[in-house]
């Protein structure tokens, strides 16, 4: 991790308490923990080892929350599954791990293994044996069982949709709607970190404090080349913009083909990953779309907000469409 190129978000969760939860045979001292300190400055991260015992495990964190009321609570792998069980909170889970117990089995975490980061106690070596699987098969029996219609909209799940080591988004979808793919493997990096989990992190702390930004509905033809994928200039003015505005897709909906939408999502999401998600609308009447401004490959003039029209000779590239909006804001 090149901690000197990572982007600094010195607003976000400014004041707040994050709790991260770190995952099997790791510690406090993982990468993600030091990304979540340098990246976002102002926010108090809370990060412990947890104990090799799933019960203790748990017990701690009940004690860590009880101590620090975390605003948000991050948890991955075998954090996530903990994470899960933490109500009344609200909570993020990334690859959560919950059939740990068979996972353990099936790809080589039996027997003698070694924490990933540095342990507090300098214990560096550990032992997984049947006794320890069946404990956390047990703890995991209970994951799910405090889901109601208000825990419902406090968690959210990110899944990498080349995680070869645990899948869970069909099990957890089953208990909550926000569940979104990114493009990735079971630990996140630089990049995951960035484009996917900040941008969730903004979102939920948005919710927190009732935050209303400016509306931006982009029309999907101005995303592409014509081959149908996405333009680099594209891709980093979306997650340029969906940091200081709340940015939409706008997609036709075609009445003739039933798979359409359904084919469109899945490419959106491929190209733009978790931020995009739940937010493409399906649309022939942009017209009555309520915002602030539509970005378009052609004039529409009953938008109520403004519209810019991509490509015109005031708009002609997105960097020119990026500096205006910044303009808006005052970072021009």
């Known amino acids: 991790m090149d901690e000197k190129a990572l982007k600094l978000y010195p607003r976000l969760m400014a004041g707040k308490t994050i709790m991260y939860v770190h ?6 001292q993982s ?22 015992h799933p019960a203790e495990a748990l017990a701690l964190l009940h004690k860590l929350c009880e101590q620090h009321k975390p605003d948000l ?10 994470t899960e069980q933490l109500y009344g909170y609200d909570r993020i889970v990334v690859n959560p791990a919950f059939c740990i117990a068979d996972t353990m089995a099936s790809h080589g975490m039996m027997g003698q293994q070694e924490f990933f980061s540095p342990r507090k106690d300098g214990v560096q070596k550990f032992f997984v044996d049947k006794a320890l699987q069946k404990e956390y098969r047990a703890t995991t029996e209970h994951n799910f069982e405090g889901v109601n219609a208000e825990e419902q909209q406090r968690v959210w799940g990110l899944f990498g949709d080349e995680d070869d080591l645990v899948d869970t988004f069909d099990l957890f979808s089953q208990h909550y709607p926000h569940a979104a793919h990114f493009h990735g493997g079971h630990r996140m990096n630089d990049h995951v970190f960035t484009h996917n989990l900040v941008p969730l ?5 948005d919710l927190q404090e009732r935050r209303e930004r400016p509306v931006i509905f982009i029309g999907i033809e101005t995303l592409t080349d014509s081959r149908g994928e996405s333009t ?25 083909r039933p798979g359409f939408p359904t084919e469109v999502y899945a490419q959106v999401i491929r190209h733009y990953d978790s931020p995009a998600h739940d937010r493409v609308i399906f ?4 017209h009555l779309l309520y915002g602030d401004f539509l970005v ?5 003039d009953d938008f109520l907000g403004t519209s810019i029209v991509w490509g015109s000779d005031t708009f002609k590239t997105w960097e020119e469409i990026l500096t205006y909006f910044y303009q808006i804001l005052g970072n021009g």
């Open 31 to 52: 990468g993600t923990v030091s990304r979540l300190r340098n990246m976002l400055p102002s926010a108090n991260i809370v990060a412990e080892d947890l104990p090799l």
């Open 232 to 256: 680099a200039s594209a891709k980093k003015a979306f997650l340029q913009l969906q940091e200081d505005y709340q940015v939409y897709i706008v997609a036709p909906s075609p009445t003739n």
């Open 73 to 82: 609570i991050i948890g991955t792998s075998m954090g996530g599954m903990f």
């Open 283 to 286: 649309t022939n009447q942009r």
């Open 296 to 300: 378009g490959d052609a004039p529409c």
């Open 23 to 28: 995952g099997f045979a790791s510690s406090a």
């Open 201 to 205: 992190i903004q979102r939920i702390d």
